[in-house]
């Protein structure tokens, strides 16, 4: 079983800052690629960014430049840093990981998801 559990949600102004974090806990042998996505109300979920072992990233144009995706392998974390928020951006933000489980197994896994408010 594995768990990725996400913090950092919250309320903020717009043009505010928040940052989250994943842990990825369980019978994982390594993880690949790990990424957020987010649901807004009403709308369906879609991804924002996504970062493979290696470091390579990838943004949705909506936060290019303002979102910064990272990781800490060591911790198996991964972080979302959001600067210069706007109220679009509210939205449940989930976390995802592809892994290899301890039997060898490709797995994926998400999160339960935190919420974050922007403020006008």
């Known amino acids: 079983q594995v768990q990725l559990v996400e913090s950092g949600g919250g309320v903020v102004q717009a043009g505010g800052s928040l940052r989250l974090s994943c842990v990825a806990s369980?019978?994982?042998?390594?993880?690949?690629?790990m990424g957020w996505s987010r649901q807004a109300s009403g709308k369906q979920r879609e991804l924002v960014a996504r970062?493979?072992?290696?470091?390579?990233?990838n943004y949705a144009e909506s936060v290019q430049g303002r979102f910064t995706i990272s990781r800490d392998n060591a911790m198996n974390t991964v972080y979302l840093q959001m600067n210069s928020l706007k109220p679009e951006d509210t939205a449940v933000y989930y976390c995802?990981?592809?892994?290899?489980?301890?039997?060898?197994?490709?797995?994926?896994?998400w999160g339960q998801g935190t919420q974050v408010t922007v403020s006008s």
């Open positions: 995802n990981a592809d892994y290899v489980s301890m039997w060898n197994a490709r797995r994926n896994s």
């Open positions: 970062i493979s072992s290696g470091g390579s990233t």
């Open positions: 369980g019978s994982i042998s390594s993880i690949n690629a």
